[in-house]
């Protein structure tokens, strides 16, 4: 199993900055995506950026050029910064990563952090 620790989130006033973190742990093979998703209340999870192996990026149309998401060296913990964020970005986020465990290294499972609430107000 892997276990998701997300850190980061809370009240952010418009126009300044977020950085959310995520760090996956436990019985890890290989990991071949981490991202950040979000949710607001009555919305559907959609993707705000996400960063495969390799290091190919992925960002929504609404977040580009003022987000950036980033690994460690590690390659276990996915960082997203996010600046100038907009109230009608208050969400819960979800970090989700696609990993193969050691005894499995022939299956890739998905999984899900508990999402850490970021709420965007003055």
């Known amino acids: 199993q892997v276990q998701l620790v997300e850190s980061g989130g809370g009240l952010v006033q418009p126009g300044g900055s977020l950085r959310l973190s995520c760090t996956a742990s436990g019985s890890i093979f290989s990991i071949s995506a981490m991202g950040w998703y979000r949710q607001a209340p009555g919305n559907q999870r959609e993707l705000v950026a996400r960063m495969l192996s390799g290091g190919y990026t992925d960002y929504a149309d609404s977040v580009k050029g003022r987000s950036t998401i980033s690994t460690d060296n590690a390659g276990n913990t996915v960082h997203l910064q996010m600046n100038s964020p907009k109230p009608e970005e208050t969400a819960v986020y979800y970090c989700?990563?696609?990993?193969?465990?050691?005894?499995?290294?022939?299956?890739?499972?998905?999984?899900w952090g508990q999402g850490t609430q970021v709420t965007v107000s003055s």
């Open positions: 989700k990563v696609r990993a193969r465990s050691p005894q499995s290294p022939g299956v890739e499972s998905r999984y």
